[in-house]
Structure formats: structure tokens, C-alpha cells
């Protein structure tokens, strides 16, 4: 309470009357423990500091007793009041990375940046420190958030938020940008290829989200692997969510993933020719997984070597794609980029029907590994039943005869794709030439061992290289 604000407790004053403040504070003592049975000394400094007007809401027990000793009716009569502190004006709202992308302002007074929870994403807060260009340059921007700026709390992921003259967002990750302050003085550069649109946005959102989930799942994921390991030795298991209850659905996810994709490594040699391989993803939250996810990026590459030229197949339903924001279709096409990089044809289905089929492996022996839209928390089966098998053979031939996005070269199925996912590939291609140079790691920089960066910047210089590439 400031000084300039105390205002002395004139009514206990005179209610008090000719009794000194030592006899009152006797009095109360012994009140409290007539009505309580309780103990509670009251001293003299009290009583002196409720009528300066230092504190100007006892106890209850002390109020009560007050009352009964000097026959006043209620704590008002006594001039006590109940005085609600207000240390700091009112936190704003976090404002939405979404906002920021569609041109909105930054200038709302929030230290806050929200990133938007998914399907299995919770949505993360993170620190913004929002600041002006400095000397702007060729490709550029160089910026200088001030020895204020708070951007290297463990606890806590944060934002650098660049606003240029044209009102334009940039973005870069805080952690980072702090390592490289630490080795110069003065402003720091960030590339104006982390300008914040569908592209940049979809990679914050998606690999914030996921960091912020296994990192805090990290104990129990390693706990729940030791635990689980003896199923590694069965051809076949179902495991229920229920070996796992304490799990988020994105560290459960991580889970089911690395076991099948073990499963299936460990049952590449039953496979001949040309596989088929099929998977469950259909939206960008979910094909992120391909991106970030340190044991599908080696699966990928274990994959194509073993099996060179192999084709894997998605169903992504007209639904699916009329369903997801923009800077989710950018991360799906991103994957595909990512898989076609591997030598992996990628062959796409809109038939919903598709959608309820397990992920597996059709070879002359089919094997099935499936962690994402069934009931548990993996399905496997070294070896699928002829029913199954017929089921997959079909699949497979449907998706291939009927790809919607056909093309004889890796550009041109990339290409289609963009077209079928309503992404611009003109935009797409310049802004991954632009992120290339720069890389992304400065725009989002997961902290989770089970996490890289490797998988995007490598569908990222992928396309960027893709003509030269076709060309060689």
C-alpha cells in the first residue's frame, strides 16, 4: 500500500476510547480464545497499525472479537474494509500467429504470441518480443531487441517479431538469436526469407507444438519404451491407449510411430520387388511427423535404400483438404517434397473410403504397422491374413491407377499436388529457394532429443533444387 494512500482508522480510533492500545490488544487476545478455544496473540503493535491505516482488513477471529469487545455491530462500524490490491494493469490477450500472417497488427501491448491448438496439438503460448528494423538491408534485416529483451528462459520458448516499414512480420527464434548476440554487439541480422506467411508460420506452429509436447512427456516416453520393449519380440501386438493413460496425444503418437517404423525395419528382408508402402496421414498436423520426427527421417532413408524407387501411397479427401488451413496443406506438401527427395514416388488417393485403411507394407508378404487413426496405440502384424491381403492388393491398385496427382517426374507430381492442395507451387518453390539460403532452424529450433530440423530443411533445398536437379 503506497504511504500517500493510508488514510488512519479514525472510527477504531474513538471506539477505542480512553483504553490504551496494549489493554485493547489484552482484551481481543482473550476474546478469540473465549469464542475459539484458539491461542491468538494481538499485540499492541496491531492495534497501532489498524488505526494508522497500515492494514485495513484483519482476520476474521481478530474482526469478530473487535466487535464483540467494543459493541459494534459489523466490521464497518469499526472502519474496516476489505481492499482489493491491483499491482499491474490488466495482461493482454496473447495475439494469434494467425493474425500476424493475415496482416493484422502487432502493436496490442502483448508480450505473448499464441500458436493455435491441432487435432492432437494443445496450442502453445510462447514469449514475443516485438521490435523495429534497424538499417535494413539486402536480404537482410538487421534488428536490435534491446538489453530488455528476455528471449533465453529455459522455461519458456520465445519469439522475435521484426515489423518492417510495409507492416510486413518477420520471425526468429529467440534462443537462437541470443547464441548469435552472444558472439557480436550491436543489431543482429535476421533474412527477410523468415517473412511470416502460410510457409514460415506452418513450421512455427507445427514444430513449437511438438517440441512443447515430448519435452514434457520426455520421463514418461522413456519409461513407456523400457516398459513396452518385450513387444518387439512378438510378430503380432495390439496395445491399448490403456498402457499408457498418462501420455499427450502427440508424445502417444511418437510412440506408435517409432515401434512400427522399428517393426517394419526389422521385417524388411521378408519383403521382394517393388513394395507398396501405405500410410494414414491426411492432414498437416499429422505429416509434420515426417518433418520433425528424428526416427522418420533414418526410417525414410533406411526405406529408400533397401528398396530403391519404391512408392508410397496417402488418401487425402477432397474433405481433407477443403478442412485444413493454408499452412497446414504447406506442411503436407512439404512431406511429399521430403519423400519424393528419398527417390520415394508418392501417389495420392481422395477416395474417403481409403481413409479407414491400416497403414502397411504389401510385398509378396504384407505387413502391417499402424499407429495413427486406429483405436490403440499400435497395431502390428509381421505377416496379415489373406483377407487383409486382399484388401491392401486392391489399395494399391486403385491408388496407383487412379493417383491424383500422376506425374512421370518428381516436379511434375509435386507440382499436381500443389495444384490438388490448393497451394500456389510458383510461391512455394520461391520461398523455399529464399528459406534454403537461411535455413530454418534460426525460424524454429526444437530443444527435444527426439526431434530435428533435418527433415524440412532437406524437403526445403529440395524443392528449391528441383529444376536443376530434373535437369542433371
Known amino acids: 500500500m503506497k504511504k500517500d494512500a493510508r488514510r488512519p482508522n479514525v472510527l477504531l480510533r474513538q471506539a477505542r476510547g480512553r483504553m490504551t492500545q496494549g489493554e485493547l490488544a489484552d482484551l481481543v487476545s482473550a476474546e478469540i480464545y473465549r469464542a475459539t478455544g484458539e491461542e491468538v496473540l494481538i499485540t499492541a503493535k496491531a492495534i497501532s497499525d489498524w488505526e494508522c491505516g497500515w492494514y485495513t482488513w484483519p482476520s476474521a477471529v481478530a474482526r469478530h472479537a473487535l466487535c464483540r469487545v467494543l459493541h459494534k455491530p459489523d466490521s464497518a462500524a469499526l472502519g474496516f474494509f476489505y481492499k482489493r490490491h491491483v499491482s499491474a494493469q490488466p495482461v493482454p490477450e496473447p495475439l494469434s500467429i494467425l493474425d500476424l500472417v493475415a496482416g493484422g497488427s502487432s502493436s496490442v501491448g502483448s508480450n505473448a504470441l499464441r500458436l493455435p491448438a491441432g487435432r492432437s496439438y494443445a496450442g502453445v503460448d510462447v514469449g514475443a518480443h516485438y521490435c523495429e528494423v534497424k538499417l535494413p538491408g539486402e536480404g537482410w534485416l538487421m534488428v536490435d531487441p534491446g538489453p530488455d529483451a528476455v528471449l533465453n528462459r529455459p522455461d519458456?520458448?520465445?519469439?522475435?517479431?521484426?515489423?518492417?516499414?510495409?507492416?510486413?512480420?518477420?520471425?526468429?527464434?529467440?534462443?537462437?538469436?541470443?547464441?548469435?548476440?552472444?558472439?557480436?554487439?550491436?543489431?543482429?541480422?535476421?533474412?527477410?526469407?523468415?517473412?511470416?506467411?502460410?510457409?514460415?508460420?506452418?513450421?512455427?506452429?507445427?514444430?513449437?507444438?511438438?517440441?512443447?509436447?515430448?519435452?514434457?512427456?520426455d520421463a514418461r516416453l522413456a519409461s513407456s519404451q523400457s516398459r513396452l520393449a518385450h513387444y518387439e519380440r512378438r510378430r503380432t501386438s495390439d496395445v491399448p491407449l490403456t498402457e499408457v493413460p498418462a501420455l499427450s496425444p502427440v508424445a502417444g503418437h511418437w510412440l506408435g510411430s517409432r515401434f512400427c517404423a522399428r517393426h517394419v525395419s526389422r521385417n524388411l528382408d521378408r519383403l521382394s520387388g517393388q513394395p507398396f508402402f501405405w500410410t494414414r496421414e491426411s492432414r498437416g498436423e499429422e505429416a509434420a511427423s515426417w518433418l520433425l520426427w528424428r526416427h522418420k527421417f533414418e526410417y525414410l532413408?533406411?526405406?529408400?535404400?533397401?528398396?530403391p524407387g519404391m512408392r508410397r501411397g496417402f488418401c487425402i479427401s477432397g474433405t481433407d483438404v477443403a478442412d485444413s488451413p493454408t499452412y497446414e496443406r504447406v506442411l503436407l506438401l512439404l512431406a511429399v517434397a521430403l519423400m519424393e527427395a528419398f527417390g520415394i514416388t508418392v501417389v495420392l488417393s481422395s477416395e474417403p473410403e481409403h481413409a479407414d485403411v491400416e497403414g502397411f507394407v504389401l510385398g509378396n508378404e504384407a505387413i502391417v504397422a499402424n499407429w495413427l487413426g486406429g483405436s490403440g496405440l499400435w497395431y502390428v502384424d509381421a505377416s496379415a491374413p489373406p483377407s487383409r491381403r486382399s484388401v491392401f492388393r486392391d489399395v494399391a491398385s486403385e491408388v496407383s491407377?487412379?493417383?491424383?496427382?500422376?506425374?512421370?517426374?518428381?516436379?511434375?507430381?509435386?507440382?499436381?499436388?500443389?495444384?490438388?492442395?490448393?497451394?500456389?507451387?510458383?510461391?512455394?518453390?520461391?520461398?523455399?529457394?529464399?528459406?534454403?539460403?537461411?535455413g530454418v532452424d534460426d525460424l524454429a529450433h526444437p530443444r527435444s532429443r527426439l526431434l530435428s530440423t533435418q527433415g524440412l530443411n532437406t524437403a526445403i533445398r529440395y524443392v528449391a533444387y528441383i529444376d536443376d536437379l530434373q535437369r542433371s
Open 301 to 307: 532413408r533406411r526405406t529408400s535404400r533397401w528398396f
Open 156 to 217: 519458456r520458448r520465445s519469439l522475435v517479431v521484426v515489423v518492417d516499414d510495409e507492416h510486413r512480420h518477420y520471425v526468429a527464434d529467440g534462443r537462437r538469436f541470443v547464441d548469435r548476440a552472444g558472439r557480436r554487439t550491436g543489431p543482429q541480422p535476421i533474412s527477410s526469407a523468415m517473412v511470416l506467411d502460410d510457409l514460415t508460420a506452418g513450421v512455427i506452429w507445427a514444430a513449437t507444438n511438438t517440441d512443447v509436447a515430448l519435452l514434457a512427456d
Open 401 to 438: 491407377t487412379a493417383c491424383v496427382v500422376a506425374g512421370q517426374t518428381a516436379k511434375r507430381r509435386l507440382e499436381a499436388t500443389a495444384s490438388y492442395l490448393n497451394v500456389s507451387w510458383p510461391w512455394f518453390q520461391r520461398r523455399c529457394e529464399e528459406l534454403t539460403t537461411a
